[in-house]
């Protein structure tokens, strides 16, 4: 396929290809690209319960691609042309790229081609919807509202951009469809298409500047939540700790800030400006030693209960202060959707965590290997400050592979800083995702590690090589320490590796 065949296709989640007064009615006939994915088999089953005709293909056969067959949507594998011939509009996501053989053959049969934000934007409609937003937290805080819908009886869908992992150690898939009324979504903000949305509520968990290769600048990324706040319908539910997401809640126009719920650790009478809205304080927090459990009580306003205020006392099993804030936005927002207080925090006791969030993956003559999805500078300095007080005297080795060579070049020193709250750590080749390393030359592992320079109390290397570094981690770990792998890429694969190494070289770890 000529590059002049595709060079007319400009594919932007950014734009929105509905008005906000459209439904689904005015999708027609509708194909999925990559229709087996967890996001994308969600919201395929949703428009077929509404009625819309459905089809998807996909690479391969998955259990997603079964599930979606028994229901009478049919699903083609290996992507071709022909695929999309009957169909009126073409969804993809974000890992479809213009060259695409069924997004050539959609523009040039002029069909309609959306990304697959717009999908869930139509669907939203009818629904008691929310949405996450931030920089981090998203995945975790919308699982803990799924969680608490779930268990409380709401039959919610969900659409979240991970698993979850089960009370049984087994990975529940992010995306269901439900028979309630309440629709729970992760608003990725990476790209801008958070902006279509029209949620009941809300949630924003910080509005740390990231993704600067979409918006340029922190005051564009900032001023993309202010608007993304304005949406909401009913309330917007937003972290006061977090120094950017105070500024976004007082940017917020007065009828918007009206409806706003901020919710933090600082006293209320030190927690500053809040631009008008109510407070949920998050008081008396603390983790049992080295057990990972959580303990803190929810001070909710009338605001939120809709009556006297509540002080709700609240236990969770995933360990870190972040943890608490995240719970403490899922449990507002659920006691806004009419869930009592009390069957909240219940069902929140039970919710193990999203999968790749401080997931234990196996232990080898105690030695530990966690996997985490930590992937910017805030979220590894929460984790290794959670690690701390769950292992308080262990050795904590972290195996890190950076994510997107834009943000590795923009936080190379905030990583640096970060990463240097473990004992050893190895940064390892970038996962590049949609970008190129010719667009970053230089950029790698040692633009963190040069970052490091002068920081004592921890050991920096840079190797490449990802099964290399994960060997050698396995052969400098010892009795009782903890490795981490961390990042957004496919370092979680290297788990396997640790622990095959630490079988085979377990004498080394006596």
Same mark, same amino acid.
């Given at each position: 396929m000529?590059?002049?065949?595709?060079s007319?296709? +400009?594919?932007?989640? =950014? /734009?929105?290809?509905?008005?906000?007064?459209?439904?689904?009615?005015?999708?027609?006939?509708t194909?999925?690209?990559?229709?087996?994915g967890? %996001?994308?088999?969600?919201l395929?089953?949703?428009?077929?319960?509404?009625?819309?005709?459905?089809?998807?293909?996909?690479?391969? /056969?998955?259990a997603?691609?079964d599930?979606l067959?028994?229901?009478g949507? !049919?699903?083609?594998?290996?992507?071709?042309?022909?695929?999309?011939?009957?169909?009126?509009?073409?969804v993809?996501?974000?890992a479809?790229?213009?060259?695409?053989?069924? +997004?050539?053959?959609?523009?040039?049969?002029?069909?309609?081609? *959306?990304?697959?934000?717009?999908?869930? =934007?139509?669907l939203?409609?009818g629904?008691?919807?929310?949405?996450?937003a931030?920089?981090?937290?998203?995945?975790?805080?919308?699982?803990?509202l799924?969680?608490?819908?779930e268990?409380?009886?709401?039959?919610?869908s969900? $659409?979240?951009?991970?698993?979850?992992?089960?009370?049984?150690?087994?990975? +529940?898939?992010?995306?269901?469809?439900g028979?309630?009324?309440?629709? @729970?979504?992760?608003?990725?903000?990476s790209? %801008?298409?958070?902006?279509?949305?029209?949620?009941?509520? !809300?949630?924003?968990t910080?509005?740390?500047?990231?993704?600067?290769?979409?918006?340029?600048d922190?005051a564009?990324y900032?001023?993309?939540?202010?608007?993304h706040?304005?949406?909401?319908t009913?309330?917007?539910?937003?972290?006061?700790?977090?120094?950017?997401?105070?500024?976004?809640?007082?940017?917020?126009?007065?009828?918007?800030?009206?409806r706003a719920?901020?919710?933090g650790?600082?006293d209320?009478?030190?927690?500053?400006d809040l631009?008008?809205?109510?407070?949920?304080?998050?008081?008396?927090?603390?983790?049992?030693?080295?057990?990972?459990?959580?303990?803190?009580t929810l001070h909710l306003?009338?605001?939120?209960?809709?009556?006297?205020?509540?002080d709700q006392p @609240?236990?969770?099993?995933?360990?870190?202060?972040?943890?608490?804030?995240? =719970?403490?936005?899922?449990?507002?927002?659920?006691?806004?959707?009419g @869930?009592a207080?009390?069957?909240?925090?219940?069902?929140?006791?039970?919710f193990?965590?999203?999968a790749r969030?401080?997931q234990?993956?196996g232990v @080898?003559?105690?030695v530990?290997v966690?996997?985490?999805? !930590?992937?910017?500078?805030?979220e590894i300095?929460?984790?290794?400050? =959670? !690690?701390?007080?769950?292992?308080?005297?262990?050795?904590?080795?972290?195996?890190?592979?950076?994510?997107?060579?834009? /943000?590795?070049?923009?936080?190379?020193?905030?990583f640096?800083e970060?990463?240097?709250?473990?004992?050893?750590?190895?940064?390892?080749?970038?996962?590049?995702?949609?970008e190129?390393?010719?667009d970053?030359?230089?950029?790698?592992p040692l633009?963190?590690?040069?970052?490091?320079?002068?920081?004592? %109390?921890?050991?920096?290397?840079?190797v490449?090589?990802?099964?290399? $570094?994960?060997r050698m981690?396995?052969m400098?770990?010892?009795?009782?320490?903890v490795?981490?792998?961390?990042g957004?890429?496919?370092?979680?694969e290297?788990?396997? *590796?640790?622990?095959h190494?630490?079988?085979?070289?377990?004498?080394?770890?006596?």
């Open positions: 000529s590059a002049d065949s595709t007319s296709i +400009i594919l932007d989640p =950014a /734009r929105a290809a509905f008005s906000p007064e459209e439904t689904t009615d005015a999708l027609g006939a194909h999925f690209i990559g229709i087996g967890a %996001g994308m088999s969600v395929a089953e949703m428009l077929h319960e509404r009625g819309v005709k459905v089809t998807g293909s996909d690479r391969e /056969r998955s997603k691609t599930r067959t028994s229901l949507i !049919a699903v083609a594998f290996g992507q071709k042309a022909e695929n999309v011939a009957d169909a009126d509009t073409i993809y996501s974000s479809i790229k213009p060259d695409n053989p069924e +997004i050539v053959a959609a523009h040039g049969s002029d069909k309609r081609i *959306v990304h697959r934000s717009d999908i869930l =934007a139509l939203m409609h629904k008691r919807a929310v949405t996450v931030g920089a981090h937290g998203k995945t975790t805080t919308s699982s803990m799924a969680h608490i819908l268990h409380c009886g709401e039959e919610p969900y $659409a979240i951009g991970g698993s979850i992992q089960g009370p049984d150690g087994t990975t +529940i898939d992010g995306g269901h469809v028979a309630g009324a309440a629709l @729970v979504a992760e608003a990725d903000e790209d %801008g298409s958070f902006e279509k949305y029209r949620p009941e509520i !809300a949630i924003i910080n509005c740390e500047a990231d993704h600067l290769d979409h918006y340029g922190e564009h900032r001023a993309a939540f202010v608007e706040a304005g949406h909401a009913g309330h917007v539910v937003i972290c006061a700790d977090d120094a950017d997401a105070l500024a976004v809640l007082r940017a917020l126009a007065p009828t918007v800030a009206a719920i901020a919710y650790t600082a209320p009478a030190e927690a500053g631009n008008g809205a109510a407070y949920v304080h998050i008081e008396s927090e603390n983790e049992t030693a080295g057990t990972g459990t959580e303990h803190f306003p009338e605001a939120v209960t809709g009556g006297e205020p509540i @609240v236990t969770l099993a995933v360990p870190g202060l972040h943890n608490a804030r995240n =719970a403490a936005a899922a449990l507002s927002a659920a006691v806004l959707l @869930v207080p009390t069957d909240a925090a219940d069902a929140i006791a039970s193990r965590g999203a969030r401080f234990v993956r @080898v003559k105690q530990t966690v996997d985490d999805y !930590a992937h910017h500078p805030t300095a929460a984790l290794l400050d =959670a !690690a701390r007080r769950r292992y308080p005297q262990s050795t904590i080795r972290v195996l890190f592979q950076p994510h997107l060579f834009s /943000r590795t070049k923009f936080f190379a020193r905030e640096a970060a990463l240097a709250k473990a004992d050893d750590v190895i940064v390892t080749g970038v996962f590049p995702a949609r190129k390393q010719e970053f030359p230089g950029v790698g633009t963190i590690v040069r970052e490091s320079q002068g920081m004592t %109390g921890v050991e920096f290397r840079a490449d090589d990802m099964n290399l $570094a994960a981690m396995a400098r770990a010892h009795h009782g320490d490795v981490f792998t961390v957004a890429g496919d370092i979680t290297m788990d396997e *590796v640790i622990l190494a630490l079988e085979a070289h377990r004498e080394s770890c006596e």
